[in-house]
T-cell receptor
């Protein structure tokens, strides 16, 4: 049973615009959320995280928003760059246990 | 810091043989390591949690006799795919986090192809 869901398998955005990647979860015990970027045949690379005590965390061009009541989080990339093209995974954990991943969203940033 | 090294990056083996994948934490000690498997266009699925000095904890549906996990030291966990079959072909990734924080770090993954 998929506890973390990314319902958009792909997203295409023009360079310079905002990319918004969405993620929903079902387990209310999740207290830590992360976004990873992954290129083919490589391990995921950590991007940004947020704990359940916050509703927003910002790091440069990346901002993650958490809406606990809706069990929803999103990753905003502003401005989007062609080098951001990759698969983005949303992940969540409960009390530091293993990560539960969504299926990923493939982002394509076009020039 | 917090680097996880995974070897090999890719391996091709014949059906019926066994393959060992190593995961090392290079600059920290990891009492717990996680093994994931990814099928094409699918999520990373947790296979098992490797615990230093004790038995691994397997997720439901993962055959413990087929996917042998050994975590003999604080810096090394191994996953052995025994009697591999073509359906075991996949991308396997390990992960660890330095104790007392949430910094999950991933290895670069191993592409296993069973022919």
């Amino acid at each position: 049973d998929q506890q973390v869901k990314q319902n958009s398998p792909s997203l295409s955005v023009q360079e310079g615009r905002i990319s918004i990647l969405n993620c929903d979860y079902t387990n209310s015990m999740f207290d830590y959320f992360l976004w990873y970027k992954k290129y083919p045949a490589e391990g995921p690379t950590f991007l940004i995280s947020i704990s359940s005590i916050k509703d927003k965390n910002e790091d440069g061009r990346f901002t993650v928003f958490l809406n606990k009541s809706a069990k929803h989080l999103s990753l905003h990339i502003v401005p989007s760059q062609p080098g951001d093209s990759a698969v983005y995974f949303c992940a969540a954990s409960a009390s530091g246990y293993a990560l539960n991943f969504g299926k990923g969203t493939s982002l394509l940033v076009t020039p | 810091g917090a680097v996880v090294s995974q070897h090999p990056s890719w391996v091709i083996c014949k059906s019926g043989t066994s393959v060992k994948i190593e995961c090392r934490s290079l600059d920290f000690q990891a009492t717990t390591m996680f093994w994931y498997r990814q099928f094409p266009k699918q999520s990373l699925m947790l296979m098992a949690t490797s615990n230093e000095g004790s038995k691994a904890t397997y997720e439901q549906g993962v055959e413990k006799d087929k996917f042998l996990i050994n975590h003999a030291s604080l810096t090394l966990s191994t996953l052995t795919v025994t009697s591999a079959h073509p359906e075991d072909s996949s991308f396997y990734i390990c992960s660890a986090r330095p104790t007392a924080n949430y910094g999950y770090t991933f290895g670069s993954g191993t592409r296993l192809t069973v022919v």
